[in-house]
């Protein structure tokens, strides 16, 4: 599935042509302000490539989840003086399609503009075809660079792509597609999958799909309390999905020794009452606790299979991360990927939650994936409808 990108695009192709670029500029706001401008910068790449090479640059984005039309709430004005100060560059606003595209053909060349929220539009989500036509008539090629998009055929992901010819990859998206694609098609061995969370039930295409490829799954988060359930083990007031007991024991049947279980966890009477926490062994969890994260025997037991792994895939916080001191099951994973990354492995990280608990450690991973629900349906083998209306490379 290996889809053409930006960079193989001859100079003619992008020398004063306009670029209609579908980028990922769902960003948080607070007041109107732009709180984290990670996701302006990780496209900067690709519009920089685009400027150099004479390019005029239309950035489409949605942001948020507008319910009905225009609300100045979810308005991508509010973000124009941030693309302006990550690009150093003037970003003109296109506030509708219907005046869109003489606007796009007044930009210079090596010029920026941005194109107001693409949910606004009725047609979007359903990926109407008149709808796509409208978009593509902004652009003269198409780079779709929202990878954490692409698991969505919308109007602006999708069908503008098989209109809007060539359409390619930009930067961002093919680093996405290079890393997690290799990670899970030809993945040196052995291969470890790290998987957490709150829910099986999120994550069981994950683990059916990754069982015939890892060699091993430690399972960690509150996930691991339903396979206890299976067993019969006493979870206490963990969270559980009681209706997924035959399912996880169906998964335990299916993984035989692929599956690792925590050896043991840290528990508590709630997570308000963190003091009274201590660590018990797995089969020991009492009736009136809750497990909120994995021990240290659990910790101690991943990290040295983590180090042995040549490629590892994590998805899913060990505990409740967001409320220390149940991060450290966690951190201790998040460590043990750096180590290993340091003796070569090929590390990478999806999923929205997991990304947050490795922020500031990207430099020292192989991969961490922008995209939280694009990411788990690429590991769920699932194609992604952005991505497969790309051209061939
Ligand atoms: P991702 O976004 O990386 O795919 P998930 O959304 O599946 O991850 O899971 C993240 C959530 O799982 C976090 O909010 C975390 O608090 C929760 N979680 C992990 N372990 C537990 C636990 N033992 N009990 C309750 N919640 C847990
Ligand atoms: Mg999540």
């Not at 005046?99 to 539009?121: I, K, Q």
């Not at 335990?252 to 009452?273: C, D, M």
């Not at 994590?314 to 460590?335: C, I, K, L, S, Y």
Request: hydrophobic fraction near 45%; charge should be neutral; aromatic fraction near 4%.
């Amino acid at each position: 599935m290996t889809k053409r990108s930006l960079n193989q695009l001859p100079a003619a192709a992008l020398d004063g042509q306009r670029a209609l670029v579908r980028v990922d500029f769902n960003v948080p706001l607070k007041g109107g302000a732009v709180t984290d401008d990670s996701r302006i910068r990780a496209a900067v790449p690709t519009i920089a490539y685009l400027r150099d090479h004479g390019a005029r640059v239309v950035l489409l984005s949605h942001l948020g989840r507008p319910k009905g039309g225009p609300d100045p709430k979810y308005s991508l004005q509010q973000i124009v003086r941030d693309v302006e100060r990550v690009l150093g560059t003037p970003v003109e606003f296109i506030p509708d399609l219907a005046t869109g595209v003489a606007a796009t053909r007044r930009l210079p060349r090596g010029g920026v503009a941005l194109v107001e929220n693409t949910r606004f539009w009725p047609g979007e989500e359903s990926n109407d075809a008149a709808l796509a036509k409208q978009i593509a008539a902004l652009g003269d090629l198409y780079v779709n660079d929202a990878f954490g998009s692409a698991h969505r055929a919308h109007a602006s992901t999708e069908g503008v792509a098989h209109i809007l010819k060539p359409a390619v990859a930009g930067f961002l998206m093919e680093k996405e597609l290079k890393y997690l694609g290799s990670a899970l098609d030809q993945p040196r061995h052995p291969f470890v999958a790290v998987l957490g969370g709150a829910k099986i039930s999120g994550k069981i295409d994950v683990i059916q799909a990754l069982l015939p490829k890892c060699d091993q799954i430690l399972i960690g988060g509150a996930m691991a309390c339903t396979f206890f359930a299976s067993l019969g083990l006493e979870v206490g007031k963990s969270l559980v999905e009681p209706d997924r007991l035959t399912l996880a024991k169906s998964l335990l049947t299916q993984g035989g020794q692929k599956i690792v279980l925590p050896r043991g966890a840290t528990i508590a009477p709630s997570l308000e009452r963190a003091a009274e926490r201590r660590q018990v062994s797995s089969d020991a969890i009492p009736a009136d606790m809750a497990v909120f994260d994995i021990d240290q025997a659990t910790c101690d037991d991943f990290r040295a299979r983590i180090m042995s792994a040549k490629t590892v895939i994590w998805n899913g916080p060990m505990g409740v991360f967001e409320t220390p001191p149940f991060d450290v099951g966690t951190r201790e994973v998040a460590q043990a990927l750096v180590a290993a990354t340091a003796k070569g492995a090929t590390t990478v990280v999806g999923g929205g939650d997991s990304a947050a608990a490795v922020a500031g450690l990207e430099d020292r991973l192989t991969h961490v994936s922008t995209g939280g629900g694009a990411s788990l349906e690429f590991l769920e083998g699932k194609p992604l409808p952005g991505v497969m209306a790309l051209d061939d490379a």
